[in-house]
């Protein structure tokens, strides 16, 4: 069964500050993987995905992920943090070329410090 | 707005009551689905559709709950009898079946449920 671990619960920076997320998955086959985020009070915007091809990602609001395959892992990325990048993260996996389900890792709390 | 929509966006009702929600899914879009997610966890797959027809069903989903997508366009979500611990945020996707897009689910802003 797939399966995605997120193992920070809840990262607190200062503004500027480097961020790296971890997220590792579990699963036999291809996969599609998902960096959502949802700011306090909004619903859930995609951040970045990956389906094929480079495994460096680039997404909106100057976020990454790279994907490395032989570590299952799909961590998200952000040179220098702001603010208003305070929000809960989640990673997701689907089967590649799945219509189905997304399966969503626990999250991980951001909270950026002025 | 052209988004997934939900509606209501909050109910609070009394355990043993019956609830239900409606999804309004981007225009066009073929896949539907349904999501719930608990405080400090991340969203569990409920149930999806493709047009009308319901292809997969989480354990998740107890004989207390049921989808429809009649017209292969809104869906509903009831929940008969509810417990405490139906207390979620209840959320739906879309997704589209080709072009650009088409890998990616787009999510509403959710039906916060509160049973009593």
């Known amino acids: 069964a797939q399966s995605v671990s997120q193992h920070n619960h809840h990262v607190i920076l200062s503004e500027a500050a480097s961020l790296e997320l971890g997220c590792n998955y579990s699963y036999g086959g291809t996969v599609n993987l998902f960096w959502y985020v949802q700011y306090p009070g909004q619903h859930l915007q995609l951040l970045l995905k990956y389906f094929s091809g480079d495994p460096l990602v680039k997404g909106i609001k100057g976020f990454e992920a790279e994907f490395i395959k032989s570590k299952f892992s799909f961590n998200l990325r952000k040179p220098s943090v702001q603010w208003s990048d305070t929000a809960e993260y989640f990673c997701a996996v689907t089967a590649y070329s799945s219509a189905s389900k997304i399966i969503f890792g626990s999250g991980t709390r951001l909270s950026i410090r002025p | 707005d052209t988004g997934v929509s939900q509606d209501p966006r909050h109910k609070i009702t009394k355990r043993g009551q019956n609830v239900t929600f409606r999804c309004d899914p981007i225009?066009?879009?073929?896949?539907l689905y349904w999501y719930r997610q608990t405080l400090g966890q991340g969203p569990e797959f409920l149930t999806y559709?493709?047009?009308?027809?319901?292809?997969?069903k989480s354990r998740l989903l107890s004989d207390r709950f049921s989808a429809e997508r009649p017209k292969g366009s809104f869906s509903t979500l009831e929940i008969q009898r509810t417990e405490q611990g139906d207390s979620a945020m209840y959320l739906c996707?879309?997704?589209?079946?080709?072009?650009?897009?088409?890998?990616?689910?787009?999510f509403g802003p959710g039906t916060r449920l509160t049973v009593l």
């Open positions: 225009s066009e879009h073929n896949r």
């Open positions: 559709f493709q047009n009308e027809a319901q292809l997969e």
């Open positions: 996707a879309s997704r589209g079946g080709r072009g650009q897009g088409a890998n990616e689910q787009f």
